[in-house]
């Protein structure tokens, strides 16, 4: 069991920035690929971006590409997403997500691969 915790939402102009960060809540067993999910209103569930636990593997959603930048430099099992560029379109509720991985180069992008799940954290980009 991982239990996850995002922080970082808000509400921002077109054009601006953020950036949300999520880590496990207590101790946890092994080492799992991460990613960030998003859900607009209305809308399925969205793959944004992903890392593998080392670190190495790395994906976006073409979307995102060349805004977003996914890290892991707090160490494993974390996921930091800094938002640059942000369009209202980006708005909605953004989700941690953890799966399991014995590979170190393993990464899931798919919102269905994920077995953990944090509670969200909102993401408004309105003028």
């Known amino acids: 069991q991982v239990d996850l915790r995002e922080s970082g939402g808000g509400s921002v102009q077109p054009g601006g920035s953020l950036k949300l960060s999520c880590a496990p809540t207590g101790r946890t067993y092994g080492n799992y690929a991460m990613g960030w999910i998003r859900q607009a209103p209305g809308k399925e569930r969205e793959f944004v971006a992903a890392?593998?636990?080392?670190?190495?593997?790395?994906a976006y959603a073409d979307s995102v590409k060349g805004r977003f930048t996914i890290s892991n430099a707090r160490g494993v099992n974390t996921a930091d997403l800094e938002m640059a560029g942000l369009k209202p379109e980006d708005t909605g509720i953004y989700y941690c997500?953890?799966?399991?991985?014995?590979?170190?180069?393993?990464?899931?992008?798919?919102?269905?691969?994920?077995?953990?799940w944090g509670r969200g954290t909102q993401v408004t980009v309105s003028s």
């Open positions: 997500a953890a799966a399991k991985a014995l590979g170190g180069a393993t990464i899931f992008d798919s919102p269905d691969a994920y077995n953990y």
């Open positions: 890392i593998s636990w080392s670190g190495k593997n790395i």
